[in-house]
Every structure is written in structure tokens, then in C-alpha cells.
């Protein structure tokens, strides 16, 4: 018998602890009315007939005619997610062949050479290092794990994206966020464009099991987040009861079922996010202050520590596997094995481990702090790729160029088919959740605390505080604080810098 169907048997015996129905008919009027947003919302990107590829086909950039006589164009990537830029040939996977064929039409219509080379993060941030140091062009383009190009920056190593001929924020190939979360002064120095795929496929998620969903009779969770109803309290609620021992050795262990599954890493440190606590805000003036000592980070600390130690319905283990990354995917692995009712994911974690989940799933955000919370909030994975543009660049009007083009055929042809062929069709199992898969994108934050954290702000301080069971924020904040001010305020003289 399938592990799935073991857990089917076992959540039958265990539903004698029922959970909340349906949000009430108070709330039905905000459901629908949200989910209206959410249609319209879609409705613009992709057309009345959903198409979004032709759609997006009608887009176009506002790049003159340029021959750039054969020049190659170097851009580093690194290996931690290569596949979204780099295919040498058609192979007749359709997302791969997009990627080629975006590459060769921007080769063809500027008569240019894209030279990929693809090493470790950490090895790509070396070379860019060290060839910026030594006043090499070797590279034009970066495209690299956000936290390591943030290190570029307060190495002024990189550009003002601003400085660079032909790049349009405007155009909806960048995100917004370049324009109201990244840019200081008038300089931004790291950019996010759909060039970069993982700032889609990184977003942090939830999944839930539907079988099991209908077994401990939860209400239909869709509706409950249209209707704003999604929280932190109904997740503590929905999952309470569910442990169960399957090996029967008598002892909590990633072998047996959980309510709730997540592991070490931004999995945790999202919920900052989601709670609506963030690292930066800007202020009235457009300045950027720090804002995460707030009256709630303590509350959503002692909660989480509960929730993640000594709640029994929740598999946290911060040392699983300690010695490989692996341990970073532990709950979509254990949601791909059923043992587990809902988990911390990533949108593309549906591509690459739920494929042959036997039990259909759903996708939903993060919950909220509280039903007062005005909006649900997600982050996308530091390892996302984030844009520069390195320092001894030469020939500024063909990187212009070359990464509009590159961000705008992106968006017109391979990001359709990222989302309605791999996220959507590949990724999930119902309507509902392709259109939330939408949602959920729409509600990214990139925290300027966090895109620049370099390992020395506090982008991470909310899964230390937990992995050390450490409740103190006041004292961690006080014996910290310094330190950290100071860092921060050495990112913000690189903008000053170049905003002279």
C-alpha cells in the first residue's frame, strides 16, 4: 500500500478533531470580490482568451536598430540556476527551447555573440571581483544569487542601472520593486528583470493536500484567502491533532506525519515578511529607514518558536541533514511522500518534486499575521538572480541594449511559457491554483534589507533567532543594532557615491 494511502487511513482516524468549515457568509461578499480582482488582474497580463503569449507578443520595447558587428557579450551566471539562461539547442522540451530561441533572436537582431559562462555562486563572485579589480571588461552582464551581488555593490564594484543607455523601468519586464524598493538617491545598483526566471520560480508558497484537506474537513482554502481569512491562527488551527507515528518507534522524526512541514533557511525568515514586518520601508520623504524593531517582531518570534518547537504537529528540524543543502527541500519531500497536510515551497517546487504526488494538491500563500493585516506578502529565495552591471563596463549603450532586449523577449516569450507550461500545467493539478499561482506573484516584496543583507543585516535574523531558540529580540536587537546600522549605512553611501 502507497504511503499516501497509509496517510489517508490515518487522517480517517484522526478526524474526530474537526476544523472549521467555511469562512461565514459575513466574509462571502469579500471573497468574491477579491477573486474578481484577482481575474481582472489576470485578464490584463493574458487577454480575455487567456492567451498570454500572444498577448504579450503585442508588447514591444522601444530599442532602436543597432548592428553591434559581431561583439560578443559576456554574462555570468551561476550554476545554481543556469537552466533559466542557458540552451545551446533546440531539444524540444518547450521551455528550453524558448530559452534558445529568446537568446538567438536577440543575437540576430543586434548581430551580437552571448557568451554564457556558468560557475558556483561563489566562484561567480570571485571572477567578478577579481576581473572589476584588475580594471578588466571581461564581463557585461551579471546575473547573480542576490546575497553575493548585494557584496558587489558594497565592494563598488557594479553601476548605476540608471546610467546605462536603453533600459526602461518603466516597461513591465522590470519590476516594479527596481523603482520602489531598490532605488536610493536616484542610483539603483541591482535590478530584477524577467530576464531572471528565478524571481518567479523562487517565490515562497504554500502547499496543502487536498485528500487529506477533505478528510480533517477544512474549508475550501481557496476561498478562505480570497476572503482574507488565511492566518496564521487558521493554520494552527487546521493542523492541530494531525501527528501521527508511522513508523511506530515511538519517537517525533522526519518519517512520521505532520500537520505542517518546513525546514531551516527563508522558509522561516519569510514569515517576517508575510507577518508584515519588514527590514526597510520607505519613509514619506522617499527615504529609506529601518524599521524592523517594531512592537510585533517580539510576538511573531515567541509564536513561531512555539509553533516550530513545541508544537507536535509541525516537523522543524534545523539539523536534518546539516551537511547538504538538501536539507533546505525536506518539506517538499515530505509533501511529495504524503506526509505532510501543508508545507513551506517554492512556486517551482511543483516542477521538480510533485510531479507524481499521488494525492492532488493545491498552491496558497503564506498566511497573514492577523485578519486585520491589510494584504498577504511573500519574498523570493536569496538565491534568486539579481542584475548588474559591472563597473568597467565600456560599451554601456550595448549592455543597454542587449539586457533590455534580453528582459523584453523574456517577457514576451518565455515567461508564458514558464508559467502556463511548467508552473501551471506541470506545477499543479486545478484551475484554482494557476490563477493563485498569479496571486502570489503579485504579492512579492524585495525588501532592500534583504536584496542587500550580504550576510551582515538582519534579512536572516528571524530563522537564527529560531534554529538558536533564542527569544530575546530586545537584548539580540540591542547587542546587534550597532553593527548592523553601520553596515547598512555602508550600502547606502555606495548609492550616495554614485548618485554624486
Known sequence: MKLARIIALICAAAAASQLLACADESNKQDETTAQTQVNEDTDADTGSDGDMLSERQKVKDNLGEYDFDSQIVNIAVNTFCEEGFICDEMTGD???????ERNKSVEERFNVKLNYVSKDYTETYKDIVNSVSAGDDEFQIVAEHAIYAGQLVTGGLVMNWYDIPNVDFSMPWWSPSNVDDLTYDGVCLLAIGDFALTTIGRTYCMAYDKVAAETYKL?????LVYSCGWT???LSEFIKNTYSDLNRDNAAD??????FSTSTASKIDTFMWAFDNPIFEKNSAGELEMVINTEKITSIIERLMSFCWDNPDVFYDPEYMKDSNDRHYISEEK??????LFASIMLESGIKYFRDCENDYGIIPYPKWDENQDDYITMVDGGFSALAIPKTVQDTELVGTVIEAL???TYRSVVPVYYETALKEKG?????????IDFVVQKRMFDFGYVFDGWKGYGFILEKMIKDRNLN?????????SAVADYYDSVLECFAAEAE
Open 407 to 409: 528582459c523584453a523577449e
Open 94 to 100: 518547450i521551455l528550453s527551447d524558448a530559452i534558445y
Open 254 to 259: 522526519v518519517n512520521d506525519y505532520y500537520g
Open 473 to 481: 529580540f530586545a537584548s539580540e536587537y540591542a547587542s546587534t543594532q
Open 219 to 223: 474549508p475550501d482554502m481557496y476561498e
Open 428 to 436: 499543479t493539478r486545478d484551475e484554482e491554483s494557476k490563477a493563485m
Open 232 to 234: 496564521f491562527d487558521k
Open 335 to 340: 509533501f511529495a511522500d504524503g506526509t505532510t
